[in-house]
């Protein structure tokens, strides 16, 4: 499916973000890195006992892991669009996108993510 047809950043842009992540974790940076620099993801939010609710994520793309990240979030149900913005350490975003990189064929971020995008974590 979407994850099997990207393709993965290079060694070289894979070895920038290495200093930042366990050896456990970074098997999964470089199809993070080629969805990071897509600049888009579609997916669908999990909802238990519900239907997934589409969204639309957008950022912006950083040279540096350093820099932060804007993401932007739009949920669509039905004619109703709810718009989201987070900032975050580049080095976090590209975190939260290894995970989706893990989810399979429902392409969603990890709880923390929400969180952090509604205000409740820090």
């Known amino acids: ?3 099997e047809t990207l393709k993965p950043a290079s060694a ?3 070895a920038i973000y290495l200093p930042y992540y366990p050896a456990s ?3 999964n940076l470089g199809p993070a890195l080629g969805l990071y620099k ?3 993801l579609e997916g669908q ?3 238990e006992g519900a ?3 589409p969204f639309v994520a957008s950022w912006d793309l950083k040279s540096l892991p350093s820099d932060t990240t804007v ?3 739009r949920f669509i149900d039905g004619d109703l669009f709810l718009d989201y913005e987070l900032s975050l350490a580049n080095t976090e975003f590209v975190g939260f996108l290894m995970e989706v990189a893990t989810t399979g064929t429902t392409l969603d971020f990890p709880s923390l993510f929400y ?3 509604l205000g409740y974590a820090v």
């Open 1 to 3: 499916m979407f994850m």
């Open 12 to 14: 070289g842009e894979v």
């Open 25 to 27: 974790r970074r098997q």
């Open 38 to 40: 897509k600049g888009t």
């Open 45 to 47: 939010r999990r909802v």
């Open 51 to 53: 239907t997934n609710i």
């Open 71 to 73: 993401c932007r979030m």
């Open 115 to 117: 969180r952090k995008l």
